[in-house]
């Protein structure tokens, strides 16, 4: 079956940076058939979409609330997203999930369109 495993998360002060990554295996097609998302949730908040990358990577979104301060990538050959977080806000504090869908586009205004989730790594941005 296809996984997702999230890591890089941790505890770190705000103005920080944390890089993300999530390995993907198990799939029978390569991930550049794979668009991929990172979303997030906060504790008694929705789900949201923070960012994502099309599957050619031309193409990438941000949430207002991240556009300037993340950075999303994605290296086929090691079958791994990358989101490279800086400028780090309290407001950031989240599980982040990783997520691919079979297709080319992407989407952060809903989770629906994709297939496959990571479990989650906790970030947590404080003083």
């Known amino acids: 079956q296809l996984q997702l495993v999230e890591s890089g998360g941790g505890l770190v002060q705000p103005g920080g940076s944390l890089r993300l990554s999530c390995v993907v295996s198990?799939?029978?097609?390569?991930?550049?058939?794979?668009?991929i998302g990172w979303f997030r949730q906060a504790p008694g908040k929705e789900r949201e979409g923070v960012s994502c990358?099309?599957?050619?990577?031309?193409?990438?979104k941000y949430a207002d609330s991240v556009k300037g301060r993340f950075t999303i990538s994605r290296d086929n050959a090691k079958n791994t997203a990358y989101l490279q977080m800086n400028s780090l806000k309290p407001e950031d504090t989240a599980v982040y999930y990783c997520?691919?869908?079979?297709?080319?586009?992407?989407?952060?205004?809903?989770?629906?369109?994709?297939?496959?989730w990571g479990q989650g790594t906790q970030v947590t941005v404080s003083s």
């Open positions: 997520a691919v869908r079979r297709g080319g586009s992407c989407f952060i205004a809903t989770a629906s369109p994709y297939d496959n």
């Open positions: 198990g799939f029978s097609l390569d991930l550049e058939y794979y668009a």
């Open positions: 990358i099309t599957s050619s990577g031309s193409s990438t």
